[in-house]
């Protein structure tokens, strides 16, 4: 079970692939981590990324591909994975497809976790993380016990740059102009499944687990 993860930044992709990971029993991948493994392990490929990280560019996506094949190929995939944050924009899926298709593999499945924008500025501009410890919180759904003050280690609590409105519209912009013409892409492949990102995280897990199956 291959499966692709589609959604704007804070709809909730990450942590339904968390999910889906858990109950099927397949690994949960993200190109930043795949990154990170790469780096610390010095392999050619992590040395190639570095260069380009270390400059402050993009890793271009010839390599990106490289190595998410290259993760893929390892034995804990052999039943299948989740591909969270990858591809992002056409040429990425094209040339995924193709590396896939050498190895005589597909995807299975392109998951969209639809949720409006304006949802989204709501939902992260209500987000707060402690100056202390990091820990996060919402003002609507997990709030602290004190207003502004952290649960955990009684430090005060702030509004990311990364969470203000005026951030997350130019991130959701990004997204639109990249990312959305992927949902035409799968969906001419006849692989992409539309879930309702709005509802409870439980009931969208559920939607998606009624497509995947038990």
């Not at 909730?12 to 392990?41: C, E, L, M, V």
């Amino acid at each position: 079970m291959k499966i692709i993860m589609l959604g704007a930044p804070g709809a909730g992709k990450g942590t339904q692939a968390k999910k889906i990971a858990a109950k099927y029993n397949i690994p949960h991948i993200s190109t930043g981590d795949i990154f990170r493994a790469n780096i610390k392990n010095g392999t050619e490929l992590g040395n190639k990324a570095k260069t380009y990280m270390d400059q402050g560019l993009l890793v271009p996506d010839e390599l990106v591909v490289d190595l998410v094949v290259d993760r893929v190929k390892q034995d804990d995939c052999a039943n299948g994975y989740v591909l969270d944050g990858f591809p992002r924009t056409i040429p990425q899926a094209e040339a995924l497809d193709k590396a896939l298709a050498v190895i005589g593999e597909k995807m299975d499945y392109a998951i969209d976790v639809d949720v409006p924008d304006e949802n989204i500025v709501h939902r992260m501009s209500g987000r707060r993380a402690c100056v202390g410890c990091g820990a996060t919180y919402h003002l609507e759904y997990a709030p602290t016990k004190v207003e502004g003050i952290c649960d955990t280690c009684g430090k005060e609590l702030i509004l990311r740059d990364d969470d203000k409105p005026e951030t997350v519209k130019k991130r959701l912009g990004v997204y639109h102009e990249q990312t959305q013409p992927l949902i035409d892409y799968y969906t001419n492949a006849g692989i992409l499944k539309t879930v309702d990102g709005t509802v409870d995280i439980n009931d969208v897990f559920q939607t998606i687990v009624n497509i995947l199956g038990e």
